[in-house]
């Protein structure tokens, strides 16, 4: 065999990957002269330095170079010498994978594009998960450059809006949602006619017991908005998320009644007024969406219905454009019929809505053979029409579930590594050094050498240290 200090077209060098043998040639893998294997071609033989920083050790008896690395990974990386690009195998790790790209220094732009893809969503989800690390990390410190108004306003902020932080917000999340479910039952129990009571003018008004309930409820909607408001640490978006929007459309209607008696019985005898004061009783249903802020199961719902857009929209339009055709169908063929009830292609969108949807009131139905062939074929077309897009929701319900559940998982084990590292470098650091060391807020790793290359840091140094500070 050639010496590795002759690069010529017959070198060849033998490489040993985690005990797996493979014999390389010159030619091959000086096709891209910068990545590892083809520096070591070109490195003579009597330079054991440079030899010694390309791998792991040599043996010049048998010219054979050592690497303690994955032979699968590496059988995978060898590919790009042959065809020019990279395709990752099924079960590798998409950042562990890069990691030895890096090693064999082979750019990254080699890698095929579905496995590029799955590398971008692979560092998306790290990047979630350190994001959920970090929020954890920030509630369990404190800024000590914070004033007494900004740490006040962080404690208030945890209390109402992250239940898992402490016991006394679990307990204000549960009495919340417990004030949501009273306030719901009241509202519908208020319109029963036997609880009702009548007034002086004879007209049913709600039970005093239950308007001093729905009182008492209001007031804690408020407390919390404006508690909520006060420790936001961004107003505007607050003010404009969606689920506040709904928390101010649950109280708002209460106050807008509560002003309007009392302006006096002269314009509450108004028309007008009393049917906005109606439409402002029935918003009162907007507090039935509070109950999202407190159910992870209605949050991830409402993810899988914003991803499902696409597929609702395929729904409306195959909906819309079979409703249009059966309708259209439907009054021509029962317009020869003398007791027909399609009266005009606009009011058979009714019937065409309840036939397809295969709800079927009967308060519109076709008379003739024609007519009640085409009502066939649209409720047959609307049942297909219907369980096209389900699939493709449903699978999203499934995939952001478990994402959440995996990123809860990680970041819950990221947090036991953290304060497990911080344990033993507490260990390992001498106690007359150990004061210096915490003064510079760093830690030396104890991950070893030939593990660094493949561990995926999702924080800095300095940002582990925190969780042995906080506690």
Not at 16 to 43: H, K, S
Not at 64 to 85: L, Q
Not at 234 to 255: C, Q
Not at 297 to 319: D, I, V
Request: net charge negative; hydrophobic share 40%; proline share 5%.
């Amino acid at each position: 065999m050639p010496s590795p200090g002759v690069p010529s077209e017959d070198t060849e060098i033998v490489v040993n990957i985690g005990g797996v043998r493979q014999i390389l040639y010159g030619d091959v893998l000086n096709r891209y002269p910068e990545t590892r294997l083809a520096e070591l071609v070109n490195c003579s033989s009597g330079n054991v330095d440079a030899i010694s920083s390309l791998c792991d050790d040599y043996d010049p008896g048998k010219g054979e170079f050592y690497f303690d690395r994955d032979p699968d990974a590496f059988k995978c990386i060898v590919e790009v010498y042959y065809f020019g690009e990279i395709h990752m195998k099924r079960g590798f790790c998409p950042i562990c994978f890069t990691k030895e790209m890096e090693f064999w220094k082979v750019d990254p732009s080699f890698l095929d594009e579905c496995c590029k893809s799955n590398l971008n969503e692979k560092e998306e989800e790290l990047a979630e998960i350190a994001d959920k690390v970090k929020l954890i990390l920030d509630d369990l410190e404190g800024d000590p450059a914070a004033g007494r108004w900004e740490r006040c306003q962080k404690f208030l902020w945890k209390l109402m809006e992250k239940p898992e932080s402490s016991l006394p917000a679990r307990i204000i999340a549960i009495v919340s949602f417990l004030f949501i479910l009273i306030s719901s039952v009241v509202m519908c129990v208020s319109t029963i006619p036997d609880v009702q009571v009548v007034d002086a003018e004879g007209n049913h008004v709600e039970h005093p017991t239950l308007d001093a309930i729905e009182t008492a409820c209001i007031g804690w909607f408020t407390v919390e908005y404006i508690l909520r408001l006060i420790s936001s640490p961004n107003k505007v978006h607050f003010a404009f998320s969606f689920m506040n929007i709904v928390d101010f459309m649950a109280i708002m209607p209460f106050y807008v009644v509560l002003t309007l008696t009392y302006l006096g019985a002269a314009m509450m005898e108004l028309a007008n007024v009393q049917q906005a004061v109606q439409a402002l009783r029935i918003m009162r249903i907007a507090r039935v969406f509070k109950l999202a802020r407190h159910s992870s199961g209605l949050q991830t719902l409402t993810y899988a219905l914003k991803r499902s857009f696409k597929e609702l929209g395929l729904l409306l339009m195959y909906m819309g454009v079979g409703i249009f055709v059966f309708s259209a169908l439907g009054y021509t063929m029962e317009q020869s019929h003398p007791e027909t009830l399609f009266k005009s292609i606009p009011q058979s969108f009714w019937w065409a809505i309840i036939t397809m949807t295969t709800v079927g009131y009967g308060d519109i139905y076709p008379k003739t053979t024609l007519g009640r062939c085409n009502a066939a074929i649209s409720f047959l077309c609307g049942v297909i029409a219907i369980a096209l897009p389900i699939h493709p929701i449903i699978n999203n319900f499934v995939i952001y579930y478990n994402k959440q559940k995996v990123l809860e998982t990680a970041a819950k084990h990221e947090l036991e590594l953290m304060e497990l590292q911080s344990d033993e470098r507490t260990d390992k650091v001498p106690r007359r050094c150990r004061r210096s060391t915490e003064a510079e807020g760093m830690w030396e790793s104890p991950v070893p050498a030939a593990l660094s290359d493949t561990s995926v840091p999702l924080l800095t140094d300095c940002s582990r240290t925190r969780l042995q500070s906080c506690k």
